[in-house]
Nanobody, 112 residues
Framework: QVQLVESGGGLVQPGGSLRLSCAAS????????INWVRQAPGKGLEWVST????????SYADSVKGRFTVSRDNAKNTVYLQMNSLKLEDTAVYYC?????RGQGTQVTVSS
């Protein structure tokens, strides 16, 4: 069945970096558009980034543009989110999702 498993979260200081992974199974990532979304404490889901099916075109929320990069490794069937210059306001649970499915999330905490 379709499964998405996020990993790579953790505690990092402001200005630091993390790379999140989204390992997919039950489908081929190149055939689906994959989104990264996040949920900060007490807030709703916020779209972060998208990598499209096929050509893998990418897009970003203004709040992360220039700092985050989404990519995929087709051989590993995995999507990544490289996060640089992290800010306190990036603290959230990060999820990868495709139509009808979302992973369990990985916690990112940015704190000094």
């Amino acid at each position: 069945q379709v499964q998405l498993v996020e990993s790579g979260g953790g505690l990092v200081q402001p200005g630091g970096s993390l790379r999140l992974s989204c390992a997919a199974s039950g489908f081929t990532i190149t055939r689906y558009t994959i989104n990264w979304v996040r949920q900060a404490p007490g807030k709703g889901l916020e779209w972060v980034s998208t990598i499209t099916s096929g050509g893998g075109y990418t897009s970003y929320a203004d709040s992360v543009k220039g700092r985050f990069t989404v990519s995929r490794d087709n051989a590993k069937n995995t999507v990544y989110l490289q996060m640089n210059s992290l800010k306190l306001e990036d603290t959230a649970v990060y999820y990868c999702q495709r139509s009808g499915s979302r992973g369990q999330g990985t916690q990112v905490t940015v704190s000094s």
